[in-house]
């Protein structure tokens, strides 16, 4: 696929994927809230602070960031102007008036050398036509000593809370092995992958580190519900499936996720790895 293409696929999934991410926003937002923590503490926001989040999808780390710097302002910018709507009006909802929005792919930037004390990127980097041209954009964008920090997967191993639904799907399904050069959830998980192209584009104190996590639902139904509309890898297999295999996907999955109940929930574990470099 050339870079163009896997553009125009990217903005058509996470349009068809931004109203589900809006209705399963707490869920979500409550699942990768260690990952959003361990990134502002990465970055040592001063509330003067011109942060950019690239790949902000529905808003987060880059609204808690907006807070913790009411002198500073926050651009979000991501490649679907759906997923950016809901983000902006999560803004409007709390009251911050120091956020502003922007459509644009990651590795072409419409702003300035040093225009920004920092940058994140939670769970975008895999689906970059090109990390590393991505990688040298969020280099440029920022300031001397001003610090790049992302969050990727690890493993699908470490991932129960996706790996239930696709070893699920997979067997209905032969599901073709994902592109290593591709977009993928998991194209960014071996360690030291994303370090290394932060070091290529000149960042330097660049360190890496793992954060779990939880995706907690009230239900062994209710994950099934969420996980089979909002996760990006199952999205395109669930529709290639005729109603009784989706049922006994289903079947299999609502078993699986039971095994995982604790304290009248279930609490699906994962593992996320941040990583954080400075510009010289
Ligand atoms: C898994 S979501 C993450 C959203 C948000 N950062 C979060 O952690 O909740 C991935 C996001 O990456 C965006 N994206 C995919 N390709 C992109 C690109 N080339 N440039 C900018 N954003 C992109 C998608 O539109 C989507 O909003």
Redesign the pocket.
């Known amino acids: 696929m050339s870079a163009g293409e896997i553009?125009q696929a990217?903005?058509a999934r996470?349009a068809g994927l931004s109203a589900r991410w809006d209705t399963w926003g707490p869920t979500?937002l409550d699942q990768?809230r260690p990952v959003g923590a361990a990134i502002i503490e990465g970055l040592d926001i001063a509330d003067d602070q011109r942060h950019l989040e690239?790949?902000?999808?529905?808003g987060?780390p880059g609204l808690s960031v907006a807070k913790l710097a009411p002198r500073g302002s926050v651009m979000l910018?991501?490649?679907?102007p759906e997923?950016l709507e809901v983000a902006t009006r999560r803004a409007r909802e709390q009251g911050l008036g120091n956020v502003e929005a922007r459509v644009?792919?990651?590795?072409d930037l419409p702003f300035d050398d040093a225009t920004f004390d920092s940058v994140s990127v939670?769970?975008?980097y895999m689906?970059?036509?090109d990390p590393a041209r991505a990688t040298a954009e969020f280099a440029r964008v920022l300031r001397p000593g001003g610090r790049l920090c992302s969050a990727v997967w690890v493993e699908p191993e470490n991932n129960p809370w996706t790996t239930i639904l696709t070893r699920a799907i997979a067997t209905e399904v032969a599901l073709a092995p994902p592109d290593p050069d591709g977009p993928n959830m998991f194209r960014c998980a071996a360690a030291g992958y994303v370090s290394a192209l932060y070091r290529d584009a000149g960042l330097r104190d660049v360190a890496e580190w793992d954060v779990g996590l939880e995706l907690v639902t009230r239900s062994p139904e209710q994950y099934w519900e969420m996980m089979s509309g909002h996760l990006?890898l199952a999205a395109d297999a669930l529709q290639q499936v005729d109603e009784p295999a989706r049922e006994r996907i289903r079947t299999r999955v609502i078993a699986t996720a039971s095994t995982f109940e604790k304290d009248g929930r279930v609490r699906v574990p994962g593992v996320a790895r941040c990583i954080v470099g400075t510009r010289a």
């Open positions: 553009l990217q903005r996470w979500i990768l690239v790949a902000a999808g529905t987060e910018t991501d490649l679907a997923m644009c792919s990651a590795d939670r769970f975008g689906f970059f036509p990006s």
